[in-house]
């Protein structure tokens, strides 16, 4: 019952920090790419600030459509055992990938619980599905991370 006030908030948060700029957004959108992606072209947030997806589970075309508009995805290890997830790997640059956990509440393992900070998972489910070497995406990773919060 709340999602239209959600929006006029989410709207009014966006136009504030694209009137400020250099600011870096963590934007949740569960169940709300379209309005979310619609939100941030009528702001124009993209064009000074950096816009991180967090768990980006949208269709194909709205993923597309965030490449555009120069959003990138944190990932984890949870997302990435879903088809979705998967599938995210396939359309999205590894430039614009970053790591997160969600830990301590998404755990994939049944031995141990995921503690913030471990990124051995993720970074190899994204080796693999990439066919590189675990190295080399946390360079890449990392050196996408420096330039966001350098920027």
Known sequence: PSFDRQKH??????????????KV??????????????????????????????????????????????????????????????ALLGIVPIARLLTETDAPFQSPRNDASILPGDLAGTISLI???????????RRRIRQTATDVISQ
């Open 9 to 22: 908030v989410l709207e009014r948060a966006l136009n504030r920090c694209a009137d400020l700029g250099d």
């Open 25 to 86: 957004i963590s934007l949740h959108s569960v169940r709300a790419a379209k309005h979310v992606l619609d939100a941030v072209e009528r702001t124009g947030v993209h064009r000074n600030c950096r816009l991180v997806l967090h768990w980006f589970n949208a269709s194909n075309s709205e993923i597309g459509r965030a490449i555009d508009l120069g959003c990138l995805f944190s990932v984890n290890e949870q997302m990435l055992l879903s088809p979705r997830g998967k």
């Open 127 to 137: 080796a693999n599905a990439l066919n590189k070497e675990p190295g080399e995406v």
